[in-house]
Every structure is written in C-alpha cells, then in structure tokens.
C-alpha cells in the first residue's frame, strides 16, 4: 500500500546522497525531512562550538539540497522522539525513517521512537548509513563482536556492501507544516570555533571527497604519517557528519590504485563502531582493565592541554587542535602516548580535551582510539609507549610541522628542533624545558604496567 506521508529524520547523516532513510521516505506521497535539535545534547559538551558551527553549516547545504529536489528541511527543537511523533500528528505521517547509530544515547533515543511509534501505529523503520556496514554484520564465532582488528577486517573484507542510494530526484512536502527556522550559532554554542577549521556541508564535502579521490588517494599509503606534508584526506568531519557517505566513499576509493590502505581506515572506523555498540560503556570505562593508579596532576594536564609540555611535535600537535579543531592522526597517537605513559594521566581527562575541540569528534573513534593509545582498549601491544623525539624525527624530519604551529622556536635551526632543551642558548626562548624525562617515564610507566 502506497504511504501518504513519510517522515525522515536526521540526525548525523546530513546528506542526499547514498541516505537510505531517506531514500525509503521519499518513496511516499509526501515526504517531511525533519532535524531536531536535541535540547539535551545542546545543554551538554556535546554541544562543541567546532562541531556546532559545522552542523549548522551542514544542515543549511541540507536544507538547499532538499529544496532543489523540490523539499526543504522542517526544524524543530526539543525531545527528538516527542518532536517527531508531534510532527507525524501535525502532518499524518505513517511512517518514520532514520539512520541506525551506535552510541549509547543513539541507541536509547532510537529504541524510544520505536516504542513511540508502536503506541501510535506508525510505522518505523532504522536504515543503515553511519558506517560502511552495520556492526552487527560480522561476528566471530561464539563472540558478539571482534575484539581485535585483523580479524575483524578480514571479516569485514569479505561481506557485501550494500548498493549506494541515489539522491530523490523529486520530493513534495505538506503544504500547511510549519517548516521552523536554524538558529544562530552564538545562540547555540558556549564559545567560539577555531578559525582554522573546516566548512560544513555534503557540497564542501563532496568536492572535497572528489579532488582526494583524484589527486591524493594514490600516494595515502606512502604518505599518510607525512606530518608537513599532510597526506591524508581530511574528511573525517564530513564522516562524523554525514556529509559524505562512508560507503560511498569505500566503494569508490576500492576501485581505485592505492585505496586499499585508504578502505583499511574506514574499516577502522567500523571496527570501532562494532566495539562501541557491543559495549555502550567505551566512552566512560576501561575496555580492559589494567588497575592504572593515574596522576592527578593537574599541572601537568595544563600544560599538556596548552602545548607547554617542552616536547616540539605534541606541543605543535596541540597548538593544531585548538587552531583548527583538527589534528593529524600520527599525531593524535604520539599526544595520547604522551599523556598517558609519559605524564601516566588517565585517558578520560585527554578523551574529553579532544572531545571538546575536535570538528570530527564521534564517540566510537573518540574513545576507541584514546583506549587503543591507553592500552585499556584493543591494542595487543597495551604497554607500547611512542617516543615523541623519534616520532618528530621520523615524521616531520625537517620540522616543518613544529615550526607551522610553534611560532617561538622559528629561531632553532636544523636538528635541534627535536631537542631544543640541547642547544645552546635555549634559556633565551620563550618554550618550556621539558616537563618529564622521557626514557624515565617510559620506564616508570612499564614498571607500573608491570613490564
């Protein structure tokens, strides 16, 4: 039986294309694609003015792409599942349609539309669309989900991928709903974005997937821990956001040369994915836990957070952050290392730093990754600790990248820029000695590990 009117809402899926909620709402009559903005998420460090200023960026270009198609994007604000089953009754929607997502609060706001939806007889749907497949798509034998990750992508490799959706060529809407109106972001954000960060929105992100696609995925293998070269994509925002489709995006980089270290990534993603919804806790509590007794140090977390650790490549990784609200993955890594095995600070305080600045910030990869560094999540090497000097000197030879970011140390010259503290002169600069010794902080932290 044909249905009147469909409603599809959004949440972290901000695109047209390859949206299979939205694909099956526009089938309808008349099609409501509606965004709420959640007044819990707005009143909580969810609300990050990076990623805020983002989304709303991304909900315009929404909005406009929708309009093309002969649509537009309705806007409420309030309880997503009270605002929808209110919208279905303004407009006699039948059906509702979503993306399926993993976090804990996802899950529970999905799980409460559902039974909305059930006590009034409409019907409801969750797609896929957040990853490239479902978590629950691959699963070890006797396991509700893969605990490390060779296996997991081999796993992975070998399922079929759905077929991409195409954009609705042609959308109508109810005539008489109200449609609401975006806010401003200083209205909705407890601060300012970086000003280096990137724009929101499917057509930003979609030219962009198109030029790394063309110009930089043949060299990411070889590339992709290039510091000063920045060889990666520099689309995990419009990941986070559903700007750009992840299956999309690995369909096409798979049928090109060089993409199969590039898809690795993106099964990276789901691996996490598959964690998080396995365990709803990740954000919060040790995967594995190691019975750490962290520093409380709250000196030392300052100085970290602000780039003052003395040590050139996590100070310039930490001054890239709050400029951009961005930070390169090698770098991600060696700044996480560092907190928790050099300055031996619990993951969670770091996890939130990150949290609060970063445009690209999703809780799988989020806490998933600073696990992974802690050594309480899924590496098999919990006790692996990176040396901050050799990273620099393996990653940004030339130090390129502390110099973008470190204005205060242009004065070094060649090689001591990995070890300022060594040269002659240094008490002349406006930078830190460094606030650990790291050969000894790799030994204490070991010690405490237990080797």
């Known amino acids: 039986m044909q249905i009147e009117t469909a409603i599809v809402l959004f949440n972290r899926d901000l695109r047209v294309h390859d949206h299979p909620a939205l694909a099956a709402a526009a089938r309808a009559e008349r099609t409501v694609p509606l965004f709420v903005l959640d007044e819990r998420l707005l009143g909580s460090r969810f609300a990050a003015p990076n990623r805020v200023a983002f989304m709303l960026e991304a909900l315009r270009d929404l909005d406009e792409a929708l309009r093309r198609a002969g649509g537009r994007l309705f806007v409420r604000r309030g309880d997503p599942v009270r605002e929808a089953i209110g919208v279905a009754g303004e407009c006699g929607a039948s059906a509702i349609h979503v993306s399926a997502d993993w976090s804990a609060y996802a899950r529970a706001r999905e799980e409460r539309l559902a039974r909305a939806c059930k006590e009034e007889r409409i019907e409801f749907t969750a797609h896929p669309g957040v990853t490239v497949v479902p978590p629950a798509a691959a699963r070890p034998t006797g396991g509700d989900h893969f605990k490390v990750f060779s296996p997991y992508h081999r796993a992975w490799s070998q399922l079929p991928w759905r077929e991409a959706a195409g954009p609705p060529r042609g959308l109508s809407v109810p005539g008489k709903l109200k449609g609401g109106r975006l806010p401003s972001l200083d209205s909705l954000a407890g601060g300012r974005p970086s000003p280096g960060r990137l724009p929101g929105g499917e057509e930003e992100g979609r030219k962009r997937m198109r030029a790394w ?115 390169h993955n090698r770098a991600r890594m060696t700044v996480a290392s560092f907190l928790c095995k050099d300055l031996y600070i619990d993951w969670r305080p770091g996890a939130w730093h990150f949290w609060d600045l970063l445009t ?6 989020n806490a998933g990754n600073w696990q992974w560094v802690a050594g309480t999540g899924n590496d098999t090497r919990p006790n692996r600790v990176l040396n901050p000097v050799r990273q620099a000197k393996r990653f940004d030879p030339e130090g390129h990248y502390v110099r973008r970011y470190l204005p205060e140390l242009e004065p070094v010259r060649g090689k001591a820029i990995f070890e300022p503290w060594r040269m002659e002169g240094f008490e002349r600069l406006d930078y830190p000695p460094p606030l650990v010794d790291h050969d000894e902080a790799a030994a204490a932290f070991k010690a405490h590990r237990g080797g």
């Open 213 to 327: 696609l063309r110009d930089g995925l043949g060299a990411y293998e070889d590339r992709h821990d290039d510091l000063p070269g920045d060889g990666t994509s520099r689309l995990s925002a419009y990941i986070r956001w559903g700007c750009v489709s992840p299956l999309e995006l690995a369909r096409e980089a798979s049928e090109r040369r060089g993409g199969a270290a590039f898809v690795r990534q993106l099964c990276w993603r789901d691996f996490h994915h598959q964690v998080l919804a396995a365990t709803p806790s990740l954000p919060r509590r040790d995967y594995r836990p190691r019975r750490d007794r962290w520093s409380k140090s709250q000196r030392a977390f300052e100085a970290w957070r602000e780039g003052r650790t003395g040590y050139p490549l996590v100070d310039a990784a930490m001054r890239q952050l709050a400029e951009e609200g961005f930070m």
């Open 360 to 365: 690209d910030g999703e809780v799988a990869n």
